[in-house]
């Protein structure tokens, strides 16, 4: 059985930093791309920043030049460096990986963390 594991979230000042993680376990054959999302209250999840497995990213918009993203494939874990926290950015992120499971003949599939939350204060 595939998990992803987020761990990092918690309650942090404006203008503070935390580092996600999330490591992914299991019977895994290949990951390939990794991302974070969140959903803030009331809102829709919301792509944060993902990752392929040679390591070209794409970063929303939104936390450009605040947030990266990386991975360690030999750990199977993606991590999230958010710097210049923003009340804005609270929210519950998300992990999620496109795995391959048990052998090449797999086909891959879509898996997601249960969330860790992201508070900032003002």
């Known amino acids: 059985q595939v998990q992803l594991v987020e761990s990092g979230g918690g309650l942090v000042q404006a203008g503070g930093s935390l580092r996600l993680s999330c490591a992914a376990s299991g019977s895994i054959f290949r990951i390939g791309a990794m991302a974070w999302y969140r959903q803030a209250p009331g809102k829709q999840r919301e792509l944060v920043a993902a990752?392929?497995?040679?390591?070209?990213?794409n970063v929303a918009d939104s936390v450009k030049g605040r947030f990266s993203i990386s991975r360690d494939n030999a750990k199977n874990t993606v991590y999230l460096q958010m710097d210049t926290l923003k009340p804005e950015d609270t929210a519950v992120y998300y992990c999620n990986a496109a795995i391959q499971a048990a052998n090449a003949f797999t086909p891959p599939l879509n898996y997601w963390g249960k969330g860790t939350l992201v508070t900032v204060s003002s």
């Open positions: 990752i392929t497995s040679g390591l070209s990213t």
